[in-house]
């Protein structure tokens, strides 16, 4: 009997403090939310929001930054999506279990735990120097899309998983080749689930710092860019400058703060929408 | 037959685009530790191997004698790493193991993607955070000049690594034959106990990769410890030591050296050194992670 009430309140303590941790890491996130939330919103305006620094960046607003995040993000798909959703298309509907196929799975679950900064030496290298691009949104969108790749590829190849075999099947009984049946039976079916994970991928290479430092992000650019060979201001970078590398920077403080909160809602606003897709997905399935 | 042919012709046209985007991922990988070495073997013309990883000082811009001894960031990194784990793993797993055993399931449902919110997060906000709301709190728990040092690092980064322990960690607690639970629950033990002897030493590999896992973010990650660790170049003592890491001291110096100088090549040396270091934590954690996998099917 005496041990029975132990042993309860031994498990009841323990789950308090399991049931702590998680409180735990909820607290963390709310906190940063909050504070993000509360003195980036004090800095907000449609000043902020679409005008370009002014004053040695102690006023105006981030609007170049939003542009070249936005350009850099857009290039980095127009790598990582395709090439990952072929590559995708080949593990799941063409590989065999060979050796091979374990070989490009070791090297892409290897390629997603290299590094960011490591990215930016390869860009550096590569696109920067052997290629010729120079600094600019080429390069540093590139850059991005590496890195990214092996995050769309899985992304990818979980939605490819979710089309039941029949469909593959019924077009192959019905005398379609290989590649008609993926492209009228499977691929309509997991395109969607495919960009949802794509989506993911890229709100998290937006966020991204170290892979542009030295593949075209600029410090401070007082015009637009105009071609994809230009530098370019980017959100997470400006962030930085203004949190570390100002001269003034206790008080360029709330415009540091008002990026912070643009730079997360934007990357949160992605994540969301992925979410929202692949909740309906699911419904619409059922 | 001629179209047969052609219809053919195309297929297998078509399966060589596909596979060669497959093969791409091997390429990159090969690519990227190929141009680090040929990138960082200059450096070692000039600087004695043993030199490099064992001396302390690094100092690549001294007037007299340039020194590139990188021991002082090697011991930066594991130490805000080892600093990172100590607090990520146990309240990681913690978390994990509320959310497969305790937590109902509708909780789950919803805690999950908050937690991978977490992740979301870009880590250049993570360290300006560390700037402005943990740097202060550590000056004023412990009465020192200022908080940017090796504890707000490791504070920061085990934030940034517990979505990967929890949640590689839940997956591994998750694919327990429901058996073995259910046996030690009928034997009398209680749910705690369960868990604690059953469950979690039946995942523990799984639990371990995802430690490792986490534990590879924390030594690659730049731009929060870059920010939040205050990047002095001595060799740290305690946590409370300003400390730079191999990552933040690339990220501080690619932009300002000349290029094709010992420096530049050294820099590439350190990138090297990375990514050797990282590779060999997440071979690890895979070897595990799939020797668990095929045990399981």
């Known amino acids: ?286 | 037959m001629h179209k047969i042919r052609l219809a053919r012709f195309k297929e297998s046209a078509i399966r060589a685009f596909f596979f060669s985007s497959g093969v791409l991922a091997v390429l990159i990988l090969i690519g990227i530790f190929a141009t680090l070495l040929y990138t960082a073997i200059p450096a070692f013309k000039e600087i004695p191997l043993s030199e490099f990883l064992l001396k302390k000082t690094w100092d690549p811009t001294s007037p007299e004698k340039a020194q590139y001894g990188i021991l002082s960031m090697i011991v930066s990194t594991l130490m805000v790493t080892v600093g990172a784990l100590a607090l990520a793993v146990p309240i990681g797993i913690g978390v994990a193991a509320y959310l497969s055993d305790v937590a109902h399931w509708r909780v789950r449902e919803i805690i999950k993607p908050i937690v991978e919110m977490l992740a979301g997060i870009p880590s250049v906000v993570v360290g300006f955070l560390g700037i402005v709301l943990f740097g202060p709190a550590i000056a004023k728990i412990f009465r020192i000049g200022n908080g940017l040092n090796a504890l707000n690092g490791s504070v920061l980064l085990a934030i940034m690594s517990l979505p990967t322990i929890i949640s590689i960690s839940e997956d591994s607690l998750n694919a327990v034959p429901p058996a073995y639970g259910e046996a030690s629950l009928a034997l009398g033990a209680s749910r705690w106990q369960t868990l604690i002897r059953v469950r979690i030493p039946a995942a523990l590999s799984g639990i371990i990769a995802a430690c490792m896992l986490g534990m590879g973010r924390a030594i690659g990650e730049t731009m929060t410890v870059l920010m939040a660790t205050g990047n002095a170049r001595s060799f740290p003592h305690g946590f409370l030591d300003s400390v730079r890491t191999m990552t933040a001291d690339v990220a501080i110096e690619l932009g300002e050296v000349p290029y094709y100088t010992t420096h530049y090549y050294a820099l590439f040396a350190i990138g090297l050194v990375l990514f050797i270091m990282t590779f060999v934590v997440n071979i690890g954690a895979d070897l595990i992670l799939h020797k668990y996998q095929e045990r399981e099917l």
């Open chain 1, 1 to 286: 009997m005496k041990t029975s009430t132990r042993k309860k309140i031994v498990q009841t303590v323990a789950f308090i403090v399991l049931r702590g941790c998680l409180y735990l890491v909820l607290a963390v996130l709310l906190l940063f939310l909050y504070d993000i939330g509360k003195k980036g919103g004090g800095a907000i305006s449609w000043e902020f929001l679409s005008q370009a620094p002014r004053k040695g960046m102690t006023a105006g607003g981030i609007f170049p930054a939003i542009v070249g995040t936005f350009l850099v993000t857009v290039t980095t798909a127009l790598l990582a999506v395709p090439l990952g959703m072929s590559a995708a298309i080949y593990l799941n509907e063409y590989a065999r279990q060979a050796r091979l196929t374990r070989l490009i799975r070791l090297a892409i679950r290897n390629l997603s735990g290299v590094p960011s900064i490591v990215y930016g030496l390869f860009g550096v290298i590569l696109f920067v120097n052997i290629m010729r691009f120079g600094t600019s949104i080429l390069s540093a969108g590139l850059t991005l899309g590496l890195m990214t790749l092996p995050w769309t590829i899985t992304a990818s190849e979980e939605a490819l998983k979710t089309v039941p075999n029949s469909y593959r099947e019924g077009a192959l009984a019905l005398g379609a080749t290989k590649w008609q049946s993926i492209r009228t039976n499977v691929l309509p079916y997991a395109v969607p689930g495919m960009l949802t994970g794509t989506v993911l991928g890229l709100a998290r290479a937006a966020g991204e710092t170290a892979p542009i430092l030295f593949t075209g992000a600029a410090f401070f650019l007082p015009y637009l860019p105009k071609s994809l060979g230009d530098q370019f201001m980017a959100l997470p970078y400006h962030l930085y400058i203004m949190a570390t590398q100002h001269h003034q920077i206790q008080q360029v403080r709330p415009l540091a703060y008002g990026t912070a909160l643009v730079l997360v809602a934007m990357v949160l606003g992605m994540n969301m929408a992925a979410f929202v897709i692949r909740f309906r997905l699911r419904r619409k399935r059922r």
